[in-house]
């Protein structure tokens, strides 16, 4: 029976990197693989580096799974119906919660002994435990609690003991959920969250989250989404991939000046020689860099992809895109053209399904 595997968890722990690495794991288990990928906008990043790496990709945009469930359903349907794939890996948007309720639920009671829902899985980045506050602390703190596994990414970036005492403060935090670390990034123990995907379904967990929806939403609104195409040229050639990390860096430095919080600020940079991801999760930080590597050769164009969430009003997020990107053209010696800038704080949430925990047998 296929199985879908619905992956959560605060905006930059690792969401579509873990879910391309299960998928090369299931692949190479011979598996047929599907990624759905998911944002409050459009034009995502993720989407583009899944189709670089798997086959089989589709995306729900504009809204979350639980308040664009028909848009997910129809996907879902789609591959079954087909039989085009035997594992569906999903992410939803990283500012979601209450997905047992407005998701999980909702699929099976659609699709029956059509389909295996495999624990509801929260990504967790160790830089994220007791730093967010207030509405987004909440909104993180709703995550961990409603799930039926915590997989705490990244362990390549804390020392072993350091991170082996952030599980055990995990576990003590959220009894009721399995808890396991490992990093996508470096294919580090991922074999361990398959098997706990494929095992046998998680019991008593079943049961209804306490979300208050008012505080859910200020931390949803308060977290503005902005993607936009930048078409950037140089007649002599310039560097991408430089392009690419001085728009970030200055990002991400403007954002700490400011106090603001970085969701995630990612670049998908499609130039003649290939892909090229960067990345930055915390306001402050430099930008990671995907594939890792040298600079190749020059190009004359490059076609740049933004998303990017963060705690500041829309217009002045696009005013700051806007600087890093003059920034950019400074160091690289390349002029960037950009297209028209969506941006926007979400709505408030208003899920399609919202089905209570069925009781539990005595």
């Known amino acids: 029976m296929p199985r879908l595997v619905v992956l959560t968890g605060f ?3 690792g969401k579509t990197t873990t879910m391309l690495a299960a998928g090369r794991l299931f692949t190479a288990r011979g598996g047929r693989v599907a990624v759905i990928t998911n944002d409050q906008g459009s034009d995502l990043v993720d989407t583009q580096l899944a189709r670089d790496a798997v086959p089989d990709v589709g995306e729900v945009t504009d809204g979350c799974f639980c308040c664009r469930f028909e848009d997910l359903a129809d996907l879902v349907t789609d591959l079954l119906d087909t039989g085009r794939a035997d594992t569906i890996l999903t992410e939803a948007v990283g500012s979601c919660t209450d997905l047992q309720a407005t998701v999980i639920r909702p699929l099976r009671a659609r699709y029956g002994d059509r389909l295996t829902l495999a624990p509801l899985t929260t990504i967790v980045d160790p830089a994220r435990v007791g730093v967010l506050d207030g509405d987004l602390g909440y909104l ?11 997989a705490v990414n990244k362990s390549d970036t804390l020392p072993r003991a350091e991170f082996d005492a952030l599980l055990d403060q995990i576990r003590r935090g959220y009894p009721g959920a399995g808890v ?41 609104a308060r977290l503005s989404w902005l993607n936009q195409v930048w078409q950037v040229s140089a007649d002599g050639g310039f560097s991408a991939r430089r392009w690419a990390h001085v728009a970030l860096e200055s990002l991400s430095a403007a954002c700490a000046r400011r106090g603001d919080v970085i969701g995630h600020a990612k670049l998908a940079v499609q130039t003649p020689a290939g892909l090229i991801r960067m990345s930055v999760v915390a306001a402050g930080d430099p930008p990671r860099h995907e594939p890792a590597g040298r600079d190749g050769p020059p190009v004359a164009r490059a076609t740049v992809l933004v998303n ?28 960037a053209r950009p297209g028209p800038a969506n941006a926007f704080a979400p709505s408030y949430p208003r899920p399609v399904h919202r089905l209570p925990a069925t009781p539990a047998r005595p």
Do not use: K, M
């Open 308 to 335: 990017v969430r963060a705690t500041c009003p829309p217009e002045d997020l696009e005013s700051l895109v806007r600087a890093a990107a003059y920034d950019a053209d400074l160091a690289a010696g390349a002029a």
């Open 180 to 220: 396991l670390g490992y990093s996508a990034s470096r294919g580090e123990h991922v074999d361990q969250l398959v098997a706990r995907w494929t095992g046998e379904p998680p019991r008593g967990r079943d049961v209804d989250l306490d979300v208050d929806y008012d505080r859910y939403a200020a931390a949803e």
């Open 11 to 13: 905006l930059g722990a």
């Open 140 to 150: 993180f703190d709703r995550q961990l609690a409603e799930a039926n596994l915590i």
